[in-house]
């Protein structure tokens, strides 16, 4: 049970590894840690997406 555990842990590591790359914002264009392929704009421009859109 417990390797198995220890399996599960390191696989989600590896993939948290390869999910964080650099990228560029696509709002402002400074570069940022993206946190997955569909995160393409940064904390700063998120926030002011969602202040936008928020009716
Ligand atoms: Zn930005």
Redesign the pocket.
Known sequence: MNARANTEREIVEEHIKVEQKRRR??????M?DSFGPGNR??K???SKQAWRSGA
């Open positions: 914002c696509l709002m402002c264009g400074e940022f704009i940064c700063k421009c998120k």
